[in-house]
């Protein structure tokens, strides 16, 4: 038979061999802190991975602008219905200034790190068949066919410059000492005939000296605010811009008729999501946005090894 003795150390020894109530609670507490810590640093290196991915993606893109640049001597029309090629009905003009970024046309992925269309943007005038193939008008850097045009270029026979005749700007006849001319064309593809090819765009192409790109698009610095023009863009004579909407793009800024999704990020994120002509280089912050332009210079330099920008 046990004695009374032997039971109480019996007793005793199971409950040390056992965990209380609040050994316990304190167990999962820590089990709760370290799992909760393990997470936050396991997201943030899956977003520095993916950011670092969607800056390396950038690179490729604007390399591949750049050769597509090369070679056609135009930039493309925006993609209308996503299937990776620009959209020109009536051959000439682009179908609308806002949509999907032609990925096949330009050999790139058709979606971002995070697996959002990438959103593209051009000169609202490339809309238009009366500018995209008019030599004094920044759209003509997305000129693929068409008429070339030269309204408003002038020639001084003296120096044998050409000027565009801008609004409220100076004109040739102003700055030369004999009778300025528009009979001259400078584009070698260009005869004024219905076959006329790329490239639309010459050296005398606006923004130049005091005369600038109609329509072209403004990128701010981020730290530039209001975004408003009281200060100067940083990036000036933008004809074309290719948008990540970063991690959060899912949620809220992924391309969409009329923008329905905008307005759930910071004032700066939301400048690139309202269809304006204003952009904000976004380099900081949690929900930053990527961003790749191409300037009218840019198209000049990319081309002239053609011997076309003479």
């Not at 304190?26 to 670092?52: N, R, V």
């Not at 925006?78 to 200034?97: L, M, Q, Y």
């Not at 850097?141 to 565009?164: I, Q, R, S």
């Amino acid at each position: 038979m046990i004695s009374r003795a032997k039971l109480n150390k019996v007793s005793l020894s199971s409950s040390q061999n056992g965990f209380s109530l609040i050994e316990v609670a304190i167990g999962l507490l820590i089990l709760g802190i370290i799992t909760t810590s393990f997470y936050g640093i396991a997201k943030q290196l899956f977003e520095t991975d993916h950011k670092q991915a969607e800056l390396a993606n950038m690179r490729t893109i604007q390399d591949s602008i750049n050769m597509y640049l090369t070679v056609n001597a135009h930039l493309p029309c925006p993609d209308v219905d996503n299937d990776g090629n620009e959209n020109r009905a009536d051959g000439v003009s682009c179908d609308v200034r806002e949509g999907y970024l032609p990925y096949s046309d330009l050999g790139v992925k058709s979606k971002d790190a995070w697996g959002n269309e990438y959103y593209y943007r051009v000169n609202q005038k490339a809309e238009s068949a009366a500018y995209i193939t008019e030599i004094c008008q920044s759209a003509s850097v997305l000129g693929k066919a068409g008429a070339g045009k030269k309204t408003d270029l002038w020639l001084c026979p003296a120096t044998n410059l050409y000027y565009c005749k801008a609004a409220g700007t100076y004109d040739c006849n102003s700055v030369c000492t004999d009778t300025c001319v528009n009979t001259i064309e400078p584009r070698p593809n260009v005869s004024g005939l219905s076959s006329d090819a790329a490239p639309f765009f010459h050296l005398i192409t606006p923004p130049i000296g005091t005369v600038s790109g109609a329509s072209n698009l403004n990128i701010y610095n981020e730290d530039s605010a209001p975004y408003d023009g009281s200060i100067d863009p940083m990036g000036g004579g933008v004809v074309a811009v290719v948008v990540s909407w970063g991690a959060n793009g899912k949620e809220v800024y992924r391309y969409d008729v009329g923008h329905q999704n905008c307005g759930g990020g910071t004032v700066a994120e939301n400048i690139n999501c309202t269809d304006s002509r204003d952009f904000v280089d976004i380099r900081t912050g949690r929900d930053r946005d990527f961003i790749s332009w191409v300037t009218v210079s840019q198209a000049k330099v990319a081309i002239i090894g053609r011997g076309d920008l003479k």
